[in-house]
């Protein structure tokens, strides 16, 4: 599956940014979609994930209650809505994709991603 992640851009902290993921090349409701980050410096880290039909997902600690991860199996498109921004989560966000993730924050898990967008608060 081929993985194409748009939305990213510059906002300021307490703004709101809405991230796309649009999947192509599979059947997208047979796989796990997760976002990861990563800042200059620092390792790649989850962020967020759903399951194939959307009625599981699970959070990192750091953007529980701000961000919520959605996808439309009909649209072949996963989702991140980022409210309340802070400056720490500036970082490139990538969308991932595995068929199956029992280790669901682990990167390697992953066996597709998308090429990254960057987002940027500034404080």
């Known amino acids: 599956v081929q993985l194409q992640a748009s939305g990213g851009g510059l906002v300021q902290a307490g703004g709101s940014l809405r991230l796309s993921c649009a999947a192509s090349?599979?059947?997208?409701?047979?796989?796990?979609m997760a976002w990861f980050r990563q800042a200059p410096g620092k390792e790649r880290e989850f962020v967020a994930c759903i399951y194939w039909s959307g009625g599981s997902t699970y959070y990192a600690d750091s953007v529980k209650g701000r961000f919520t991860i959605s996808r439309d199996n009909a649209e072949n498109t996963v989702y991140l809505q980022m409210n309340s921004l802070k400056p720490e989560d500036t970082a490139v966000y990538y969308c991932?994709?595995?068929?199956?993730?029992?280790?669901?924050?682990?990167?390697?898990?992953?066996?597709?991603w998308g090429q990254g967008t960057q987002v940027t608060v500034s404080s």
């Open positions: 991932a994709a595995a068929r199956y993730a029992s280790d669901y924050v682990s990167p390697r898990q992953y066996r597709h």
């Open positions: 090349g599979g059947t997208f409701s047979y796989y796990v």
